[in-house]
């Protein structure tokens, strides 16, 4: 069973920054594929970026268009920790941010990722 734990969020001003972590215990994290994603009262989840495991080659990071430029994911594998860093915050970035693991046939949909964090608020003031 894999637990995650996100931490991170909070109240920034438009055009801040904030760097969002998620924990995990539990598992084989480093073979693991792993993705943010956030959700907006009333609507669904949205993936927001993904690092996606290619066995013998590595890994590929993927990101939502909404994030492209602005946010960054990385991982620790010693410390089993996936990070968002994210610049040039707008209101709209507004949300509740949830990692992922995802499972081993990668897709960017939430139908492809098993185990959730609880979540993180980040709210980005005007």
């Known amino acids: 069973q894999v637990q995650l734990v996100e931490s991170g969020g909070g109240l920034v001003q438009a055009g801040g920054s904030l760097r969002l972590s998620c924990a995990a215990s539990g598992g084989w994290f480093s073979s693991y594929h792993m993705g943010w994603f956030r959700q907006t009262p009333g609507k669904e989840r949205e993936f927001v970026a993904g690092?996606?495991?290619?066995?013998?080659?590595?890994?590929?990071?993927y990101y939502a268009d909404s994030g492209k430029g602005r946010f960054t994911l990385s991982r620790d594998n010693a410390k089993n920790t996936v990070y968002l860093q994210m610049n040039s915050l707008k209101p709209e970035d507004t949300a509740v941010y949830y990692c992922?693991?995802?499972?081993?046939?990668?897709?960017?949909?939430?139908?492809?990722?098993?185990?959730w964090g609880q979540g993180t608020q980040v709210t980005v003031s005007s």
């Open positions: 690092i996606r495991n290619i066995r013998w080659s590595g890994s590929t990071t």
């Open positions: 992922a693991v995802g499972r081993p046939n990668w897709g960017t949909s939430q139908s492809f990722f098993d185990y």
